[in-house]
């Protein structure tokens, strides 16, 4: 898949241009009807498993919430089919990648509303997974990117501002794990979960690479902490090893990871990423543990 952009952050909207235009109006286009009614037919093929596996999201029913777990599902689907086309759909599909056309996931802000997950095919946003925010609207939605109102979060702050408006939440600095705090600065909640790190998706994490962890550090620096009780929660899932030694401050301890994984140079170092999102495994399965929720759409 077309997932590494030069100049692009993983699951990075980008900007459609010449060829990108071209190549969908070459053999995208032609072909729009048909495209709209395969990828209505994979929903259709898919959501019976997915609702078996999902079959709820914070009490509510499938398909409610589960935008990210559709889009993934639905996109595999389509590329096996265009791997070995049989249909007009498919074929064209299979010919606009091989002239170098993206077929690409996409996430980010959603008219500053959302956050969403997508594929972007060419200069076309297609959301396989429309119905998952009000079960009313088309399960397909097919638009030009430049219609679609969906940009790239630009930092921790525009992140919060969105998570504050789409999960009714409230968003604090991480220090229950400050080892973590580079690439997991925050901590979100709700009235309906509890306390969760974030934010380990794909974007945000790249993101965090990108900026040298200085975004933050610098957000740490005066984000809000939760309240004890509250945070006590999240703190009993923490394993001793990741928590703040008694009497240390934490968030000086989030913030001075920042700069030595800085100074390391870790954002060049994919195993220290993947360690530290296996800390966050470990955190996250004893939430699972607990019968609570981990993912948010």
């Not at 459609?16 to 071209?22: E, I």
């Not at 080892?179 to 979100?188: R, T």
């Amino acid at each position: 898949m077309n997932s590494i952009i030069s100049g692009y952050l993983n699951h990075q909207p980008v900007p459609t241009d010449r060829k990108q235009n071209a190549l969908t109006k070459r053999f995208i286009v032609p072909v729009l009807t048909d495209m709209q009614d395969m990828l209505m037919g994979l929903r259709w093929e898919l959501d019976p498993g997915l609702a078996r596996q999902y079959p709820f999201n914070k009490n509510i029913p499938y398909p409610v919430g589960r935008c990210e777990e559709i889009t993934t599902a639905v996109r595999q689907h389509l590329l096996k089919r265009i791997a070995a086309p049989t249909t007009r759909a498919e074929r064209a599909l299979h010919a606009f990648r091989r002239q170098g056309g993206l077929i690409r996931p996409v996430w980010g802000a959603l008219r500053e509303r959302y956050f969403q997950n997508a594929t972007q095919i060419g200069s076309l946003y297609v959301d396989v997974a429309n119905d998952t925010v009000n079960i009313t609207k088309p399960k397909v939605e097919i638009i030009p990117m430049t219609e679609s109102g969906l940009e790239a979060i630009r930092n921790i702050s525009h992140f919060c501002d969105i998570a504050k408006l789409y999960w009714k939440a409230e968003i604090y600095a991480n220090l229950v794990a400050p080892s973590l705090a580079p690439l997991l600065p925050m901590i979100v909640l709700n009235k309906v979960s509890e306390p969760k790190l974030l934010s380990a998706c794909p974007y945000m994490t790249a993101l965090a690479l990108h900026n040298h962890f200085r975004d933050a550090e610098s957000w740490l620096e005066t984000a809000p902490a939760m309240d004890v009780k509250a945070q006590a929660t999240l703190l009993e899932r923490v394993p001793m090893d990741l928590r703040p030694p008694a009497g240390a401050d934490p968030r000086e301890l989030a913030i001075d990871a920042c700069r030595e994984a800085r100074r390391e140079k870790r954002y060049l170092d994919p195993e220290w990423k993947q360690a530290r999102l296996k800390d966050l495994a470990r955190i996250n399965s004893a939430r699972q543990e607990t019968g609570e929720e981990v993912s948010m759409a």
